[in-house]
Every structure is written in C-alpha cells, then in structure tokens.
Nanobody, 122 residues
Framework: QVQLVESGGGLVQAGGSLRLSCAAS????????MGWFRQAPGKEREFVVR????????YYADSVKGRFTISRDNAKNTVYLQMNSLKPEDTAVYYCAAGTRAAIRPQSYDYWGQGTQVAVSS
C-alpha cells in the first residue's frame, strides 16, 4: 500500500514557475514508477510525465517537454515536478500516481494522490 500527498500548487502568472512535490508513505516507494497527470475542468485526465523507480528513465508528454522536469528522491520517498515557463493551458489539478509499469494510461497506475491545483493567469 502506498499513500501519496501532493503539495506546491498555487496561482502563478504566465511564464512563471512552480515546484510540485509528492510525498509517499510505504517502504516500497523506490520500487514504483511514478507519474504526474493533470485534469482541467471538463477534460479527461492527461498524462504529463513519468519516471522509473531508479530515476534513470523519464518520459514527457510533448506539451510539457523542455518546460517541466521530473525527479525523485527515494531516500525521502518524494517525487518532484519542476514546472517552468508556465502557460495558461497548464491550468489543472495535478495528481501524482504510483504504478508497477512504465505507462501513460491512468488506468495503469495503482495509487493516486488527492491532487493539487495549479492556476496560470495570462
């Protein structure tokens, strides 16, 4: 069992930056792939990025490539999402998720956090 808690969301102007954190409980955090997803009002949950258990492999959605960076610290049971050059279209609730496979479909992830709101003003 893994419990996930996101933090770091907020309101920022376009072009600004935010850093999201996802703290995990459980001794097996380091064995999970971790992903970030987002969901805007009226839209489906969208894959943003994932990272392998070791942190050695990452995969980004085209919409955030070059602007967002995922990292993890297994000693702290935490995964991070550094978001730079934010755009109004990045506005959404951001969720972290844990799973046992390298996947981009939400259905492939087993554990989810409660989400943190990110709002980008123009």
């Amino acid at each position: 069992q893994v419990q996930l808690v996101e933090s770091g969301g907020g309101l920022v102007q376009a072009g600004g930056s935010l850093r999201l954190s996802c703290a995990a409980s459980g001794r097996t955090f380091s064995t999970y792939y971790m992903g970030w997803f987002r969901q805007a009002p009226g839209k489906e949950r969208e894959f943003v990025v994932r990272i392998s258990w070791s942190g050695g492999s990452t995969y980004y959605a085209d919409s955030v490539k070059g602007r967002f960076t995922i990292s993890r610290d297994n000693a702290k049971n935490t995964v991070y999402l550094q978001m730079n050059s934010l755009k109004p279209e990045d506005t959404a609730v951001y969720y972290c998720a844990a799973g046992t496979r390298a996947a981009i479909r939400p259905q492939s992830y087993d554990y989810w956090g409660q989400g943190t709101q990110v709002a980008v003003s123009s």
